[in-house]
């Protein structure tokens, strides 16, 4: 009966951690999917001189100041650097970018823009904006130009409009409206328009330089790494995903942590009621440990009793308690949904941690089982008979 | 066979000896009590001897020293000839485990297993891993016991006479030199109970099976080899029954 109210006891606790791994680990990861569909895992920008006064000679500080501060910044030896990041093992992808402020300009209408100029192929397989066009398509020639929804019904153009692009400098082209994008932020929708490198450099007026190269790397939690080992390599400025999400990595950290401590917690738990249960159950049972011991058992074989008992609940009360949860995750799935019917967030059912709680619920009633198992084996056998 | 180096082993080989027992409770405190005050006595190879006494003269406490589920606090202690005093813990065990078999007054079988089980309980206690031998000799004891057909029930289904026969099975299971009953008979019907003590009496002629038998039974009592009378700790008299 106790050991029936125990495992259950074991399985909700159990369930609890593993209903909210899964969603812990689902938020996550569709927060980082989120976050990173729309923005390379680091950025490489010129280097900073004015925040690094030390590393350029005054001279160099002087042409700067004297630069008109419009004009685009270029990246060094840009080549030289994309092809030693590009060899780097946890680099994935590399995509040279230049861009810079635009107008967009439609009859009367004028917008502030960005305009994003890159290589297609090598883009694409950064942020995968084929995927989020609504209308048109996205392969980019030198007179193509992809524009996000929010502006598009701004100007009140659509694909296959022309839209004139003008830099302060005097520059301008027209261009084919090709595509339009939902970037899924109304600020980017308005701001970000996407060209052929060779369009945005020459209007960008950096002919054969780029403003930045976009990487992915393989590992996205070690990118702020990645990315101070390529500033230290190249000199260049390497802004990760995490320092530009700071906030929100911060944020993920925290609930990492408040789920070790639930985590722990729960395990404590689990750890005193299964002792609690042992401990009853050696005094319920002492006559016949009394007996077992009369008859040539020795303490080693009382106390490994005991001990398989802890872990045999703790394990039980797991096995139950994955079911639990699995029932939990997938209740979860098909009731809690989207105005669109598709799941809020997908849970993450890891199989490792399935195995991971089974392994530390038999751990932890090992553990509980340990006091109740010596008890067991101390107790004297004539006081435990005559009782 | 334990005794086998030992000069002039067999014929006078004594199962049990004890000199001078004493046993005294709560030692090192004021309320330090001795129970057994000097006790001789010595059992052959498949005597049946019979332990009587008013309640509280020591009979239990004796019976637990013997079967070295307790230590003497004076005296010295043979089985099979060889002194006790000196072992550890861990040696008492095995010593116990293989030479001496237990029946109390109530049978303390464990309520969740079959009878075969409960008899194969010492022989796990020993090898650790049930095997098909272990099975065997638990079976062959039942119908010893006359408990074949209920070899496969939960011994909570028995009977009083039914489950005390089963403790007896599972006293005998590794065949010890040494039996010691506890009152086996005393919770026991008139009937049940001379079908146990049979039972005992039985084993103990087909097996030479040494048996220290207490009760307050004068009829089961004259059933024995022997008589022995103990008062407030002392041996006061014992005598073989006339036959
Ligand atoms: N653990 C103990 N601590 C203190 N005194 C004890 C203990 N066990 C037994 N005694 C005392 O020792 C004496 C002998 O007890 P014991 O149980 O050996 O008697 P007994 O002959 O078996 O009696 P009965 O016929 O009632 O079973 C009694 O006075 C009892 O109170
Ligand atoms: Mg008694």
């Keep these: 009966m106790q050991t029936l109210f125990i495992v259950v006891g074991v399985s909700i606790g159990v369930g609890v951690i593993i209903f909210m791994s899964a969603t812990l680990a689902g938020q996550q990861t569709n927060i980082i999917k989120r976050v990173l569909s729309s923005q390379p895992h680091i950025t490489l920008l010129p280097p900073q001189e004015v925040a690094r006064p030390l590393r350029a000679p005054p001279i160099a500080e002087a042409a700067i100041v004297q630069k008109p501060f419009q004009r685009v910044r270029s990246i060094d030896q840009w080549q030289k650097i994309a092809a030693e990041v590009g060899r780097m093992r946890s680099v994935t992808a590399v995509s040279p970018m230049a861009s810079g402020p635009v107008l967009a300009v439609r009859g009367d209408a004028t917008r502030a823009v960005t305009l994003l100029g890159m290589d297609p192929v090598a883009y694409y397989r950064i942020i995968a904006l084929p995927e989020k066009l609504i209308k048109g398509r996205a392969n980019l020639t030198a007179d193509d130009i992809v524009i996000g929804m929010e502006l598009a019904s701004d100007l009140g153009v659509t694909v296959g409009d022309k839209l004139r692009v003008t830099v302060a400098s005097g520059q301008a082209a027209t261009l084919n409206i090709i595509g339009i994008v939902d970037l899924g932020n109304k600020g980017v929708n308005q701001r970000n328009t996407y060209a052929a490198l060779h369009t945005a450099q020459a209007l960008l007026g950096l002919t054969g330089g780029v403003s930045s190269i976009d990487l992915t790397v393989d590992d996205i939690y070690a990118a702020e790494n990645v990315a101070q080992a390529i500033s230290a390599a190249t000199g260049v400025e390497a802004d990760s995903w995490i320092r530009t999400n700071a906030q929100f990595y911060t944020a993920i950290n925290a609930q990492i942590i408040a789920n070790t401590v639930l985590r722990i917690c729960v395990a404590l738990a689990i750890a005193f009621g299964i002792a609690a249960v042992l401990i009853v159950s050696v005094v319920q049972k002492s006559k016949e440990i009394g007996i077992l011991r009369a008859m040539g058992t020795s303490q080693g074989q009382v106390m490994r009793v005991f001990l398989l008992q802890g872990a045999v609940l703790g394990l039980a009360g797991s096995l139950f308690g994955s079911v639990l949860g699995a029932a939990a995750i997938h209740a979860w799935q098909t009731l809690v949904k989207n105005p669109d019917g598709t799941p809020l967030f997908p849970l993450v059912m890891d199989p490792h941690l399935f195995a991971y709680s089974a392994i530390l619920a038999m751990l932890t009633g090992l553990a509980a089982a340990v006091a109740p198992a010596v008890r067991a084996a101390r107790l004297d056998p004539v006081v435990a008979i005559r009782g | ?243």
């Design chain 2, 1 to 243: 066979m334990d005794n086998a180096s030992i000069p002039g082993a067999g014929a006078n080989q004594s199962v049990l000896r004890l000199e001078g027992i004493r046993k005294a409770y709560g030692v090192g405190t004021p309320i330090e009590t001795e129970v057994l005050h000097g006790i001789d006595l010595r059992l052959e190879r498949g005597e049946f001897c019979a332990l009587m006494g008013p309640s509280g003269s020591g009979k239990s406490t004796l019976l637990n020293v013997v079967g070295l589920l307790d230590r003497p606090t004076g005296g010295k202690l043979f089985i099979n000839d060889s002194e006790t005093s000196h072992l550890d813990d861990k040696a008492l065990t095995r010593l116990r485990g293989y030479s001496i078999g237990f029946v109390f007054q109530y049978h303390y079988l464990l309520p969740a297993f079959t009878a075969a089980e409960n008899v194969m309980m010492p022989m796990l206690a020993d090898r650790g891993r049930p095997n098909d031998d272990m099975r065997r000799r638990a079976e062959l004891l039942l119908e010893r016991v006359q408990l074949t057909p209920w070899r496969d029930s939960l011994v909570v289904n028995m009977s009083g006479g039914q489950q005390q026969r089963v403790a007896v099975a599972r006293a005998l299971a590794m065949n010890p030199a040494l039996l010691l009953a506890d009152e086996p008979t005393g919770n026991l019907d008139t009937k049940s109970a001379l079908n146990v003590f049979e039972l005992m009496r039985q084993m103990n002629r087909e097996q030479s099976t040494t048996v220290l038998f207490v009760t307050h039974n004068h009829d089961l009592a004259a059933r024995c080899d022997r008589i022995v009378q103990i008062v407030d700790g002392r041996i006061t008299s014992d005598q073989p029954t006339p036959h």
